[in-house]
């Protein structure tokens, strides 16, 4: 999910305790000072509270700044549990390439192969439409979350205090989708599409005649010991440790309300998986370090192509390339959903890692801790 960009613009959080004074949950080493400045600049800009953790050859570093929850002042902890939004695509992609070097399995099977009729209507054709371009946003299908009902639903004040709890199926999201017309012919151009992510976990259930969830779980999250992730379905809470999340929906200058509890259903296999900073770090680690994909699979997943998110960013199967302003490039995911905005990242031998939350959705950029990090 991209949910920032259907909310609000950053903005200046009016909440005193927001600005209350961070404190780091480790040691701070030199090498992490321009990480946790940034992090205190977002503090500063006016997201409630930041969690963030970077490991590298030398170990674990964590820091936090702000508070996890406005009421009580309570600081973030480095050990929050937080959605991770969009970053659940990798994890989606990950499996999807797994079984293709188990033969199950083609990049360039079309969806209708797997899915047949789910995509089509309104000039949408699955036949013309493969499993890679479903994982590199090439497919041209309309992005659900872009419809206008469906953030009227689910993106405004109103909608989302009446339907925060209920439960959307994914063939619901993708008949969504099919109300629109293609944004381009397949294979012709690049944007980014929620739908096609939908449609990827569908897939994963169509092959193993098991759950894309219950698949993350037993190749990804079990495999790794990612104790703190989760992929919770209908569940509305999020697990314990964690942060309050908020939001102001469309309103920059409005109130702030708490969003912590909803049915990410709505968000599906594009967007709906819970996780903390060290997990992320190990994941995204062992992914470039090539301990979940076999070399030629891997190297289909960062085969990149241009988008339309920067200059400096491309895009591979559920993989962002990243060229920061010193040149390094660094591997991972954004990911934003109601009250969360996240990043993850690892350099390109899986070395040095580095996962970031804030537990707001209307302020501050995630961009500069990577840029302190890794720069």
Same mark, same amino acid.
């Given at each position: ?5 259907t ?11 927001a ?6 949950s ?22 409630p ?8 050859? &030398?170990?674990?570093? *964590? !820091? ?5 929850? +406005?009421?009580?002042? %309570? ?10 939004a969009?970053?659940? #695509?990798?994890?989606?992609?990950t499996?999807?390439?797994? +079984?293709?070097?188990? &033969? ?7 969806v209708?192969?797997w899915l047949?009729?789910v995509?089509?209507?309104?000039? $949408?054709?699955?036949?013309r439409i493969?499993?890679? %371009?479903?994982l $590199? ?12 009902d469906?953030?009227?639903t ?6 989302f ?11 619901? +999201?993708v ?5 629109? #017309? ?5 294979g !012709?151009?690049?944007n ?7 449609l990827a ?14 698949e ?6 079990g ?13 509305v809470a ?8 908020? *939001? #102001? ?7 702030t ?10 968000a *599906?296999s ?21 301990k979940?994909l076999?070399?030629?699979?891997? #190297?289909e997943?960062?085969?990149t192509?241009?988008t339309?998110?920067a200059? $400096?960013v %491309?895009?591979? +199967?559920?993989l962002?390339?990243?060229r920061l ?10 990911g934003g959903?109601?009250?969360?905005a ?6 390109q ?7 970031? $939350?804030?537990n707001g ?9 990577l ?5």
């Open positions: 999910m991209r949910v920032r960009t909310l609000v613009g950053a903005t200046a959080l009016l909440v005193s305790a600005l209350a004074a961070p404190a780091a480790a040691a701070q080493g030199g090498g992490h000072l321009a990480t946790r400045r940034a992090v205190e600049a977002a503090v500063a800009a006016g997201v509270g930041v969690t963030a953790t970077a490991e590298d050859t &030398h170990g674990a570093w *964590s !820091t936090t700044a702000g508070v996890g929850d +406005l009421r009580t002042g %309570r600081p973030r902890s480095t050990a929050d549990r937080y959605r991770i969009s970053i659940t #695509k990798t994890f989606v992609a499996v999807l390439l797994q +079984l293709e070097a188990e &033969h199950r399995i083609s990049l360039d099977d079309t209708e192969r047949p009729g995509v089509h209507g309104n000039g $949408n054709d699955g036949r493969t499993v890679r %371009r479903l $590199n946003h090439t497919s041209g299908i309309h992005d659900y979350l872009a419809d206008a469906f953030q009227r689910y993106f405004t004040e109103a909608g205090l009446e339907h925060r709890y209920d439960t959307v199926g994914a063939r619901d +999201l008949a969504i989708a099919m109300r629109h #017309k293609p944004d381009f012919a397949p !012709t151009s690049w980014y599409s929620n739908t096609n992510y939908v976990g569908m897939v994963i259930e169509k092959v193993t005649g098991r759950p894309y969830a219950a993350i779980e037993r190749r990804i999250i495999r790794l010991r990612l104790t703190a992730t989760s992929v919770p379905g209908t569940k999020l697990p314990w440790p964690s942060s309050r999340a908020y *939001s #102001k929906f469309t309103d920059p200058d409005g109130p309300y708490d969003v912590t509890t909803l049915n990410p259903s709505f *599906s594009a967007g709906e998986m819970i996780s903390d900073s060290a997990d992320l770090d190990r994941f995204y680690s062992a992914l470039l370090g090539g979940l076999p070399p030629r699979q891997l #190297k997943m960062k085969t192509v241009d339309r998110i200059p $400096n %491309r895009y591979g +199967l559920g962002m390339d990243t302003t010193c040149g390094v490039h660094v591997w991972g995911h954004t959903i109601h009250g969360s996240s990043e993850a990242a690892t350099t031998d899986g070395r040095h890692s580095v996962a970031v $939350n804030f959705d209307w302020s501050g950029e995630t961009a500069p801790v840029e302190g990090e890794f720069c």
